[in-house]
Structure formats: C-alpha cells, structure tokens
C-alpha cells in the first residue's frame, strides 16, 4: 500500500544548482505534508511542512509545493550545497490520523 | 537545539527476550510516537501516544507491543517475545503543539 510515493530513488544535482525532490500520494485524507532529511547512522530531521490548504511554503533555500489536483509535491532547494547530500523523505499526515506516511525516500548527491 | 534522545544505540537480543527500547522526548512536548524502519524499507508509524494513552496504532503494533510513560521524561517501546522479523530500526519522534515531528536518532535492535 503505497500511499507516498517517492519514484526516483536517487538524483545528482552540481552544487549551486537547484535540486528538485518529487513526491506523489494517494491518500485524499492527508491535510498536512513534511519533508525529512536523513543522514546515515542519524534519525530523520525536519525541514519544511505545507498544510493540504496552501499551494507553497517557503523557508530559506527550501520551497515546497503543493499540486493538490495532481496529488502531487515538491521540494527545492536552491542553491544546492554539498551539505545537502542526504536521504530525503516525503511524508503526509493528517486525516484524522496522527501517525505519518512517509515514501520510501530519494538520496539526493551534490555534485562539486 | 532540544533534542529526542533514545538508548541505547544498538541493542542484541536472543530470539523470545523481552527489550525494552528508551526515549526521551523533548520536554515541553505532549505528543509521542515510534516508528520503525527494516533495512532497505520505508518508515514505518507503530504507535502515537497522548495524555497518557495510546491515541493511534497501526497494524505492526499487536500484542507483543506496548509502550509507557513511566515518568515525565521517558517514553519506553516494550517487545515481549522478540522475533527475527523485529529487527530494524526504532525511532522514537515527540511534537509540541504544530504538525512537526521530531525525531531521536533511533536504536537499532537486532534479533539473533
């Protein structure tokens, strides 16, 4: 049951450039959306949430957006830094349901 | 920055022992949950847990499972009878009163 989907397992992205992370869902019920980045042997740290009202939410270099119609979501970084070589996952909330569903994640790769 | 601290870091245990795995949520937090994630597979919600009971849980998270408050700072995952199946890692994650889960940098438990 995949509820999340994050189809691209990985992406290579040169430093400086935008990185863009897509994420797609089933789940009509989700209300809220966040993003996640994980580093090996380390748990997932939050970066960025958009509610299922919105279309964008931005903070520093991280915009997400929000294609309701699509069930559809993305992540920008921009510009792109080597710190930002990480597993990065989708998850959506809500619905009256607490726990979050997260995709099986993309490992982004900053390019020198 | 206040963190989620969970221990230990690893733990090894004979197929059949109970475990019990630690957390110490952020402290001005009310909600608490575990995840879990098997190697190679996404990440998983098991339980969420407010006011001093469980308010949601998933499938995983049968009779073998329990979870405690024993005071104000921990927040305990019990396994009773481990199984080869239930290695993995465990995250444990707290939120205030926004949608944004925080997470430990979880425990890896191995069965043998």
């Known amino acids: 049951d995949q509820q999340v989907k994050q189809n691209s397992p990985s992406l290579s992205v040169q430093e400086g450039r935008i990185s863009i992370l897509n994420c797609d869902y089933t789940?009509?019920?989700?209300?809220?959306f966040l993003w996640y980045k994980k580093y090996p042997a380390e748990g997932p740290t939050f970066l960025i949430s958009i509610s299922s009202i919105k279309d964008k939410n931005e903070d520093g270099r991280f915009t997400v957006f929000l294609n309701k119609s699509a069930k559809h979501l993305s992540l920008h970084i921009v510009p792109s830094q080597p710190g930002d070589s990480a597993v990065y996952f989708c998850?959506?909330?809500?619905?009256?349901?607490?726990?979050?569903?997260f995709g099986k994640g993309t490992h982004l790769i900053i390019q020198p | 920055e206040p963190e989620v601290t969970q221990t230990p870091s690893h733990q090894v245990t004979q197929m059949g022992q109970e475990v019990i795995l630690r957390c110490v949520p952020i402290s001005n937090h009310l909600y608490f949950y575990w995840y879990r994630q098997i190697l190679g597979q996404k990440v998983e919600f098991l339980v969420s847990?407010?006011?001093?009971?469980?308010?949601?849980k998933s499938e995983i998270f049968d009779d073998q499972f329990s979870v405690e408050r024993p005071d104000g700072s921990n927040f305990t995952l019990k396994i009773r009878s481990t199984k080869l199946e239930d290695s993995a890692m465990y995250f444990c994650?707290?939120?205030?009163?926004?949608?944004?889960?925080?997470f430990g940098d979880g425990t890896r438990l191995s069965i043998l």
């Open positions: 789940n009509s019920m989700f209300d809220y």
């Open positions: 847990f407010y006011n001093n009971e469980i308010s949601e």
């Open positions: 998850a959506g909330g809500g619905g009256g349901a607490d726990g979050l569903t």
């Open positions: 994650a707290s939120r205030g009163t926004t949608r944004a889960q925080h």
